[in-house]
């Protein structure tokens, strides 16, 4: 972390809450706050003892005290204002899903690689301490040679029809949501599928409901995903080798413990949680690093790596049939 970085917030829904909080408790700068309306940027600003308030995006990104964006508006407005805050040079940290398609996705790398800018998708499992250590796991060779990956992200969320999680005019639906992580988590574990299978049922407003993927890969090892927005799973995830298995516990894409067994069942590591707030300052460190050390690009999850995953999505929509308003 660098105090030369002065962090500027777009949007204040509670998502953008949920950052500024851990951004201030943590010891990062927020320089600047921006709104549709002046009386939500200065309530957003008031609550995290921000500076400066602004009543439009396009005043927050020319504000000379501002280094690097977080986006935080709903799915379909990402690609707009990230191309907005790259356009007025400033570093951008994009809430997942990256965009709503794979087009606007390169578009936005493509921008940001032009005038030598970050853009990091908002993905924070990826730099939680329990998942650096499970890849740590995976890599000196614990599990075995690693099979399969299973994962879930089931929850029951607001039946309003208007709301951010029904509506298909704001990206709604469990996939891009909530299947994001799931979705991105596989990639990270296994990488690139070779195979996508997906299966859905749609809400009475158009967008899914629950999606089930099974993914492919090389040597026959699988993915098998499942995400809702109207019933609770146990949010869990397991990484199986032939060697062991890795349990991450519930919530697995938030700062939680984990147990390794080996092939006979014996507990061979715990690891135990120590994160004490909700866990999206590492994101903010690692656009904060790359910045820092000249690079836009790190090997955690590249731009190139939310462009793909994307593009996974995309067809996972493709099978199912889910296609957004202006598509």
Same mark, same amino acid.
């Given at each position: 972390?660098?105090?030369?970085? *002065?962090?500027?917030?777009?949007? #204040?829904?509670? %998502?953008?809450?949920?950052?500024?909080?851990?951004?201030?408790? +943590? *010891?990062?700068?927020?320089?600047?706050? @921006?709104?549709?309306?002046?009386?939500?940027?200065?309530?957003?600003?008031?609550?995290?003892?921000?500076?400066?308030?602004?009543?439009?995006?396009?005043?927050?990104?020319?504000?000379?005290?501002?280094?690097?964006?977080?986006?935080?508006?709903?799915?379909?407005?990402?690609?707009? +204002?990230?191309? /907005?805050? !790259?356009?007025?040079?400033?570093?951008?940290?994009?809430?997942?899903?990256?965009?709503?398609?794979?087009?606007?996705?390169?578009?936005?790398?493509? !921008?940001?690689?032009?005038?030598?800018?970050?853009? !990091?998708?908002?993905?924070?499992?990826?730099?939680?301490?329990?998942?650096?250590?499970?890849?740590?796991?995976?890599?000196?060779? #614990? /599990?075995?040679?690693?099979?399969?990956?299973?994962?879930?992200?089931?929850?029951?969320?607001?039946?309003?029809?208007?709301?951010?999680?029904?509506?298909?005019?704001?990206?709604?639906?469990?996939?891009?949501?909530?299947?994001?992580?799931?979705?991105?988590?596989?990639?990270?574990?296994? @990488?690139?599928?070779?195979?996508?299978?997906?299966?859905?049922?749609?809400?009475?407003? *158009?967008?899914?409901?629950?999606?089930?993927?099974?993914? @492919?890969?090389?040597?026959?090892?699988?993915?098998?995903?499942?995400?809702?927005?109207?019933?609770?799973?146990? +949010?869990?995830?397991?990484?199986?080798?032939?060697?062991?298995?890795?349990? %991450?516990?519930?919530?697995?894409?938030?700062?939680?413990?984990?147990?390794?067994? +080996?092939?006979?069942?014996?507990?061979?590591?715990?690891?135990?949680?120590?994160?004490?707030?909700?866990?999206?300052?590492?994101?903010?460190?690692? /656009?904060?690093?790359?910045?820092?050390? *000249?690079?836009?690009?790190?090997? %955690? !999850?590249?731009?190139?790596?939310?462009?793909?995953?994307?593009?996974?999505?995309?067809?996972?929509?493709?099978?199912?049939? /889910?296609?957004?308003?202006?598509?």
């Amino acid at each position: 972390m660098t105090e030369t970085i *002065g962090w500027g917030i777009l949007g #204040t829904g509670g %998502i953008a809450h949920a950052f500024a909080s851990d951004l201030r408790d +943590n *010891g990062f700068h927020i320089a600047a706050v @921006g709104s549709r309306t002046q009386e939500s940027a200065d309530a957003f600003a008031s609550t995290y003892d921000i500076a400066s308030a602004h009543a439009s995006y396009e005043a927050l990104v020319a504000d000379p005290t501002v280094t690097a964006i977080y986006v935080s508006t709903p799915h379909p407005f990402h690609a707009d +204002n990230a191309k /907005l805050a !790259l356009t007025a040079g400033k570093h951008v940290l994009l809430e997942k899903p990256f965009t709503i398609n794979a087009v606007e996705a390169r578009e936005v790398v493509e !921008l940001a690689e032009s005038r030598g800018l970050v853009v !990091l998708e908002a993905m924070w499992t990826r730099w939680l301490p329990h998942m650096l250590r499970v890849r740590e796991v995976i890599a000196a060779g #614990t /599990l075995g040679e690693v099979r399969s990956v299973i994962a879930d992200h089931d929850q029951k969320a607001s039946t309003d029809p208007e709301g951010r999680m029904l509506n298909p005019a704001l990206g709604g639906g469990a996939l891009l949501d909530l299947g994001i992580y799931p979705v991105s988590f596989a990639w990270d574990i296994l @990488g690139k599928p070779g195979t996508i299978h997906a299966i859905s049922t749609p809400t009475s407003t *158009g967008v899914d409901r629950q999606t089930a993927m099974v993914f @492919g890969y090389g040597e026959g090892k699988q993915a098998l995903l499942h995400t809702s927005l109207d019933s609770r799973g146990p +949010n869990k995830a397991v990484v199986i080798g032939t060697e062991g298995r890795i349990e %991450i516990e519930s919530v697995w894409y938030t700062p939680t413990n984990f147990t390794v067994f +080996n092939s006979d069942d014996e507990v061979t590591e715990r690891f135990e949680n120590t994160v004490t707030s909700r866990g999206m300052q590492y994101q903010a460190w690692e /656009l904060e690093r790359l910045v820092a050390e *000249g690079q836009t690009s790190g090997s %955690i !999850l590249s731009p190139a790596e939310s462009v793909q995953i994307m593009e996974t999505l995309d067809t996972v929509r493709s099978q199912i049939g /889910l296609v957004y308003p202006g598509e």
